[in-house]
Structures are given as C-alpha cells and as structure tokens.
T-cell receptor, first 113, second 115 residues
Framework: GQQVMQIPQYQHVQEGEDFTTYCNSSTTLSNIQWYKQRPGGHPVFLIQLVKSGEVKKQKRLTFQFGEAKKNSSLHITATQTTDVGTYFCAGGASGQAGTALIFGKGTTLSVSS | ETGVTQSPTHLIKTRGQQVTLRCSSQSGHNTVSWYQQALGQGPQFIFQYYREEENGRGNFPPRFSGLQFPNYSSELNVNALELDDSALYLC??????????????FGPGTRLTVL
C-alpha cells in the first residue's frame, strides 16, 4: 500500500539555526499537507500543496512540493523555541475518492536556547 | 481551536472489553475521519464517514466500527480490546467528500489505555 516516509525522525538544533524535514511517498500524491503536533497536543494544519513544484511560505516556514508530486520538504529559518513539536506530512492519494490522509511518522524538533 | 470535540479525554479499559468514543465535528463539516496514533507514530487512518455511511477504510479489523449521525457527529466502537489498541484516537472533520484533498480539523483526541 501507499507509504509516506519522513526523515529525519528527530532533530535537535540551537535556537537561531535552520531546520529541514523531508517527506517521500511511494506513489504520486494528489496533494500534500503538513501538520504540527505539540507535545501532548493534537495535529494542527499548517498548509496544503497541490501543484507540481509548488512553493509556499509562511513567515519563517517554507514548504515545497516536488515536480513529480512524490516528495515534499518543510524548511524553518532561524528556529525559535516555539517551533518545538513534531511535524507531519500527510499525502492524499491520486484518484482515490473517500480515502483520507496517509501520514508519515513525523520529525520531532527540539530547540535549545 | 478547531471546534471539533471528543469525549472522553482519557479512558482505561481491560483486554476483551468494548469501548465507544465520541466526536462532534466542526460546524458546517459533513465528513468525519478517525485516526489511531500510537506513541511516537503518525496518525493512522481507520475509516471515514460521509452522510452517515462509511466511505473509506484503512487497514483495521472489523472489530473497529463506527457510526455517523444526522448532525454529523460520530462514534468509534472497538470490540474485544487488545493491548495494542492503546493509543490516542483522533477524530478529524472536513467539509467535502474527498477528504484526502481537504484540510482536516483534528479534535483533541481520546487517550485509550488497555490493561
């Protein structure tokens, strides 16, 4: 079945350093969504990418969707302690009505000040 | 806050018991999806309900079942609980049928512990 893989599993950075997490799918995706889950919390929607090669920015966060629509990345510039949490990518499969999102295992980011 | 509510917040059961978890979707949303999130893992899709009918199912056995009501609220039922069923159960609501392409709004989850 469809799988979505994320690397790295964990990342620790000093405050002010950059951070990147990568997401790869075994199949072509109709879209990719990114979620953030704080410790003890639930996933919160960050963004959705739909078009091949799409790049979107939210303040210090930059999201990319690959040309083949099988990979994506999230880059955070100058991390802050508020960025701590687990970042999940979730893929929507092409041509499958009624299916929900396939989540990766997430990348857990810790930031020390 | 998303407006999606779940109850109860925490639950402890023993092996073999049955459990019912409840979810109220965000106002205006007609689709509810349920996910299981084991510790240290990403959410895994259990099933989705649209207009009171199951509309897509993940790789979970039949002892996981659900309902959606006319007001779009939903229940997740798990029979014959096993230790591996211990997890955070998340409900997510969305507006359209094709939830794989729509933003999903997650509730706070129900933490189930099976002893």
């Amino acid at each position: 079945g469809q799988q979505v893989m994320q690397i790295p599993q964990y990342q620790h950075v000093q405050e002010g350093e950059d951070f990147t997490t990568y997401c790869n799918s075994s199949t072509t995706l109709s879209n990719i969504q990114w979620y953030k889950q704080r410790p003890g919390g639930h996933p919160v929607f960050l963004i959705q990418l739909v078009k091949s090669g799409e790049v979107k920015k939210q303040k210090r966060l930059t999201f990319q969707f690959g040309e083949a629509k099988k990979n994506s990345s999230l880059h955070i510039t100058a991390t802050q302690t508020t960025d701590v949490g687990t970042y999940f990518c979730a893929g929507g499969a092409s041509g499958q009505a009624g299916t929900a999102l396939i989540f990766g295992k997430g990348t857990t980011l810790s930031v020390s000040s | 806050e998303t407006g999606v509510t779940q109850s109860p917040t925490h639950l402890i059961k023993t092996r073999g018991q049955q459990v019912t978890l409840r979810c109220s979707s965000q106002s205006g949303h007609n689709t509810v999806s349920w996910y299981q999130q084991a510790l240290g893992q990403g959410p895994q899709f259990i099933f989705q309900y649209y207009r009171e009918e199951e509309n897509g199912r993940g790789n979970f056995p039949p002892r996981f079942s659900g309902l959606q009501f006319p007001n779009y609220s939903s229940e997740l039922n798990v029979n014959a609980l096993e230790l591996d069923d211990s997890a955070l159960y998340l409900c997510a609501s969305s507006l359209k049928l094709r939830a794989s392409t729509d933003t999903q709004y997650f509730g706070p989850g129900t933490r189930l512990t099976v002893l």
